[in-house]
């Protein structure tokens, strides 16, 4: 009797590690990254006052958001998240973090700072972005594929995408691909699964 419970509990460790290795290999594995798209030449005001345009994030890893500071819904969220990220990578000078806000009649530089400095925005490399509606909208819808609008019957007074971009070194946007194959595009800057998912792809992005 022992000898063959001794077979059928060597059959099961068989079995189960036939199922379970390529789990495991798979959840080490570099995820493949690839490239979707440009992010359009820009300039704008950050919350020091300071000129910032594409140049500065020259050969820098960055994440992209859209926001504003008076948003009562998503906002709050999406930032305690992009601060994890921060928290992350926290004195690595080739990560940056870029912030337009969709309100920037309302966020001065001024305000920006006050909400940077209230949120806990500490990164060097992270910036608070406004200046002209249009042109920020133009970046936003047509450049990046990130809705951003007004919308008076919303909270705020604003719509916008919740979703995070991902910018390598050389100004692309990037993105792994899902079980499927196909490019998820932009992270969720409200979910914890895709916030892990953008940590380790900053990761990959850093050492090329």
């Not at 992270?126 to 809705?147: C, M, P, S």
Request: glycine share 8%; hydrophobic share 40%; aromatic share 14%.
């Amino acid at each position: 009797m022992k000898k063959y419970s001794y077979v059928g509990i060597a059959f099961i460790i068989l079995i189960f590690g036939i199922y379970a290795i390529p789990k495991i290999v798979a959840k080490f594995k570099t995820p493949e990254i690839i490239t979707i798209g440009k992010v359009p030449s820009f300039e704008f005001t950050n919350q020091d006052g300071k000129t910032i345009s594409n140049s500065f994030y020259e050969n820098k890893v960055y994440v992209i958001e859209f926001f504003f500071t008076t948003c009562p819904t998503i906002c709050p969220k999406m930032n305690e998240n992009m601060v994890l990220l921060q928290n992350e990578y926290y004195g690595n000078l080739d990560f940056g973090i870029a912030s337009f806000s969709i309100n920037p009649e309302y966020d001065t530089p001024k305000i920006l700072k006050e909400y940077a400095k209230s949120h806990g925005a500490t990164l060097k490399n992270w910036n608070f972005l406004t200046g002209d509606k249009e042109t920020i909208y133009n970046l936003a819808n047509k450049g990046l594929a990130l809705y951003a609008g007004e919308n008076s019957a919303a909270e705020g007074g604003f719509e916008h995408s919740g979703m995070f971009a991902l910018v390598d070194k050389k100004g692309n946007i990037r993105s792994r691909l899902d079980e499927l194959g196909n490019p998820i595009a932009f992270y969720d800057g409200l979910d914890s699964k895709s916030i892990q998912m953008i940590k380790e792809d900053i990761a990959v992005l850093l050492k090329e």
